[in-house]
């Protein structure tokens, strides 16, 4: 995970290891890892982010819907560092589903917590964003 970081030089035996749970195609990834050796010194600063440092990288590469080394980053960099998020979703969970709302459906209480863990706006100022841009104006009769 450390060779993710871009602090120090990117070996290929790193991306050997990282590759071989992902069935990457292996010749594209170094043609990618090629492009990286190129670019890493221009456009990598050490005082950005891991992924702000990553964006830069493959704003470099050719565009390539397809690109392994893509793959392989995005993988490795959405891995979780801990279980709070997990454990905060099983906490709201549990207050949803109390014995009052024992019957709620699970795609009731999927949307439930997809709307609480996603959305930050009031109930207002959702009404309003959804005046302005969603829904059509009525005719009043």
């Avoid at 050796?37 to 440092?53: A, H, L, Y």
């Avoid at 793959?71 to 960099?77: G, I, N, R, T």
């Avoid at 459906?105 to 005046?131: G, H, R």
Wanted: hydrophobic fraction near 40%; charge should be negative; aromatic fraction near 10%.
């Amino acid at each position: 995970m450390a060779v993710l970081s871009l602090d120090n030089d990117v070996k290929w035996s790193d991306f050997e290891t990282l590759v071989t749970a992902l069935c990457i195609e292996i010749d594209k990834l170094y043609d990618d890892y090629r492009v990286l050796q190129q670019s890493r010194g221009e456009t990598v600063s050490k005082e950005k982010e891991i992924d702000q440092g990553w964006v830069e990288v493959f704003r470099q590469m050719p565009e390539s819907g397809d690109s392994p080394m893509l793959k392989l980053v995005s993988f490795a960099l959405s891995i979780p560092v801990s279980n709070a998020y997990c454990e905060r979703v099983f906490s709201l969970m549990a207050q949803l589903w109390s014995k009052a709302r024992n019957r709620l459906s699970d795609s009731v209480v999927k949307a439930e917590l997809q709307v609480q863990l996603n959305f930050n706006m009031s109930c207002a100022d959702f009404q309003e964003f959804l005046k302005k841009n969603c829904l059509e104006p009525q005719e009043s009769s």
